[in-house]
């Protein structure tokens, strides 16, 4: 086990100031060379979505001479069945209106270049503050969100690309609550060749995170990766049992958890907001994961969340497979919605 975290990091003896950059750059790393097909296998796991949004709007547009309100009306209904969001799709129409009564915008086959640029803008969301690990420490990562989300796929496929990054990584199953979940943890961790720390099925999810941490540590693992539980017993409120593990590893490793991922179902639509709303209230949410993007024409909904609620798209899943968990990249995104 121990030859998983072998290799020594130099980052952590960087400056502090510098940690935070450096730790960031752990996701988002150079693209390693397996993902040459990177824009091809994005643009097809999105296509559900392109076709909704860019092939309504380039039927809207076609032959049209004028931006005429009937046009916007037209516009705006295809924005918000894309899952943007009531308020981000007024806030883009009015954009546009402001352009055209400003003379900036005449021509609607300009419309399509001028919304993109608008959503783009929409989508650089800075980074929020978050811990970085001390010298010889590792990365800890509490992920978080509803049941069925995806939480536990994604950390196998987490788990993959830190392991291609040759960093050391270590799995807790921190879900107690299904007795599936921790077997389910420990397929993916044996395919992705890292080990899992695990208790029996009902115990304190709190105690194995408090375990998993310190195994960590003692092992010298680089990241830490926390699965959580998205349902409980009802008598249990899943949000006072992340606070509980939240509190219980911050005392293990001062800091501890760095990040907080929220994995969010991109089927789920406007949905994904209250959740979000939920999860920030109670453990700060420093990351998003959307998942299942591949299976939705509602991928909308990423600008919708960066524009509402200003925390950032870490990963998106376009599929079930160890590589499709993807770098949210902006630009990248837009790119293959419009094209
Ligand atoms: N198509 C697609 N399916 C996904 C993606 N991510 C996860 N899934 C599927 O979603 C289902 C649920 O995934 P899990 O990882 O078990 O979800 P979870 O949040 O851990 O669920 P609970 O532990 O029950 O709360 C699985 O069948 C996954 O294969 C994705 O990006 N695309
Ligand atoms: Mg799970």
């Known amino acids: 086990m121990l030859k998983f975290f072998s290799k020594k990091q130099d980052h952590k003896d960087q400056p502090p100031d510098q940690r935070d950059a450096v730790a ?34 380039d039927r809207l547009f076609l032959g049209k001479k004028e931006i005429t309100e009937d046009l916007l009306e037209e516009l705006e209904e295809i924005l918000f069945t894309s899952d943007i969001g009531v308020a981000t799709t007024q806030e883009l129409i009015e954009e546009v209106q402001a352009k055209v009564a400003r003379k900036e915008l005449k021509d609607p086959q300009k419309l399509k270049e001028a919304l993109k640029e608008m959503i783009s803008s929409f989508l650089e969301v800075p980074l929020r503050p978050h811990g970085a690990p001390m010298s010889g420490e590792p990365l800890v990562i509490m992920v978080v969100g509803v049941n069925g989300v995806g939480k536990t796929t994604t950390i196998a496929k987490a788990a993959h690309r830190f392991r291609t990054e040759g960093k050391g990584v270590m799995l807790v199953a921190a879900d107690t609550f299904r007795a599936a979940a921790v077997e389910q943890l420990s397929i993916w961790g044996e395919r992705a060749g890292v080990p899992v720390i695990k208790q029996q099925k009902g115990a304190d999810p709190s105690a194995v995170a408090y375990d998993g941490v310190a195994a960590g540590l003692a092992r010298k693992a680089d990241v830490v990766l926390i699965d959580t539980a998205g349902r409980l017993h009802t008598r249990t409120n899943l949000m006072e049992e992340l606070q509980k593990i939240n509190r219980v590893i911050g005392k293990k490793l001062p800091g501890a958890p760095h990040e907080v991922w929220l994995v969010l179902d991109a089927t789920t639509g406007q949905n994904a907001i209250s959740q979000a709303e939920l999860f920030n209230e109670a453990v700060g949410v420093t990351h998003i994961v959307l998942t299942k993007l591949d299976g939705t024409a509602k991928g909308g909904i990423v600008v919708g969340i960066s524009k509402q609620l200003g925390i950032p798209i870490k990963f998106i899943g376009i599929g079930e497979k160890m590589d499709d968990l993807r770098p949210f990249v902006p630009r990248d995104f837009v790119q293959a919605i419009f094209e």
């Open 24 to 57: 960031e750059n752990r996701v988002h790393a150079p693209r390693p060379v397996d993902e040459q097909g990177f824009f091809s296998r994005l643009r097809e796991g999105l296509s559900r979505t392109r076709t909704g949004f860019t092939g309504r709007l």
